[in-house]
């Protein structure tokens, strides 16, 4: 059935195709009862980071940008859903098109450029929600707010979600906004982490709640840097790292059609990337702060890669459009 969905869905561009496919799941409700599995399967719950999961997969941050898909996506049986990158301000992103299938890898290549309605929305969003479970919210900075200045878009929009959060994702990985991943090193970095837990010791005070912070990371990163990182996000006590955002590197896709076009990778041809930084990051984390495994997983078995590499808890979002979402059910029943 989805194989025929995907054909038709392919027909339009990824990006209109995936807005289709979100208000398809949204208002059929025929085909959602075929989609949707039974809840009792996809329930195996597992503790992270101080919450209650109903199982390790979720959605992972860039579907549903503006929190309007929370409800539906959640009755696909993902045990969490993280919605975002949002900003403080809406923007309109990059220009369009900035989304391309590589369908020969099952991979995307996106330079969306953190298109959003703003915390504001995403705010009152959240609030008309129903669904009960985990919720992550994946903030980011302004394009127009200097590289320096990002740690203030970051404060801001925790301070305006951190009531309606289960937990806060700081990405400070995207490719698509200029100079952003220079946040994941040195000076800046340790800048960044120590604004982000004085924040969150205010607000955990002010709202009597304790909401974990994530950072997340590129999968683009030598030794010596993730080694910073780790001892960093050990040093200043962050609950969780999510490996990992898309990667720069195409040489896994060269040749194929739109494998010169400019953005972040996804899907296949980053799954052994992400899941050798997460080896790394175990290694050097000795468990001490929970990992959530994303890149490239579109089966069982890629999911238990992730996992014995040392990932907590799981992610995905490419082979949902590749595969359709009973993937979703494949995974966890088995895993
Ligand atoms: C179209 C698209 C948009 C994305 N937008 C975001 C985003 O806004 N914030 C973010 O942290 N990650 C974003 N991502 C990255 C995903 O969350 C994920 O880290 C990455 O795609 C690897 O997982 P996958 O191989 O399962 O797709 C986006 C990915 C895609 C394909």
Redo the contacts with the bound molecule.
């Keep these: 059935m989805y194989n025929l969905i995907r054909k038709i869905l392919f027909c339009f561009d990824p990006e209109r195709s995936h807005k289709i496919a979100l208000n398809f799941l949204k208002f059929k409700t025929h085909f959602r009862k075929n989609f949707i599995s039974s809840g009792k399967d996809l329930c195996k719950p597992v503790k992270c980071m101080g919450l209650d999961f109903k199982n390790v997969l979720g959605l ?3 579907l549903d ?1 503006n929190g309007v898909y929370i409800d539906i996506l959640s009755m696909l049986g993902f045990g969490f859903i993280e919605i ?2 949002v900003t403080p301000q809406p923007q309109y992103g990059n220009d369009i098109p900035r ?1 391309f299938r590589v369908t020969p890898a099952n991979a ?1 290549i ?1 330079r ?1 450029g ?1 298109n959003n309605h703003g915390i504001e929305k995403v705010v009152s969003n959240l609030k008309k929600t129903v669904f009960k479970g985990v919720i992550g919210v ?1 903030i980011g900075k302004n394009k127009n707010t200097p590289i320096k200045k990002g740690i203030l878009d970051y404060i801001y929009c925790m301070k305006k979600i951190y009531h309606l959060s289960s937990y806060i ?1 700081i ?1 400070i990985s ?1 490719p698509n906004t200029n100079k952003l991943r220079e946040l994941q090193y040195g000076k800046l970095f340790e800048e960044i982490l120590l604004g982000i837990k004085h924040t969150q010791e205010k607000l955990r005070i002010l709202h009597k709640k304790y909401v974990p912070i994530a950072i ?1 990371i590129a999968p683009d990163l030598s030794k010596q840097e993730l080694i910073h990182i780790t001892s960093n996000l050990i040093k200043y006590d962050i609950d969780a790292v999510i490996a ?3 990667t720069t590197d195409f040489s896994l896709i060269t040749g194929l059609k739109n494998s010169s076009e400019i953005g972040g990778l ?2 296949r041809p ?1 799954q052994y990337k992400s899941t050798n930084i997460i080896k790394k990051l175990s290694k050097e984390l000795k468990n001490k702060i929970s990992i959530i495994g ?4 579109d089966s069982l078995i890629s999911a238990r890669e992730k996992i014995n590499a040392g990932a907590h808890l799981l ?5 949902l459009i590749y595969k359709g979402p009973k993937i979703v059910k494949k995974i966890i029943k088995y895993l």
Excluded: D, P
Excluded at 294 to 297: D, K, L, P, T
């Design positions: 992972a941050a860039g940008k975002g990158t989304l995307f996106n969306m953190f994946n994702v990405n995207s997340k990992t955002n898309t996804s899907g980053l994303v890149g490239g997983i992610q995905i979002y490419s082979s």
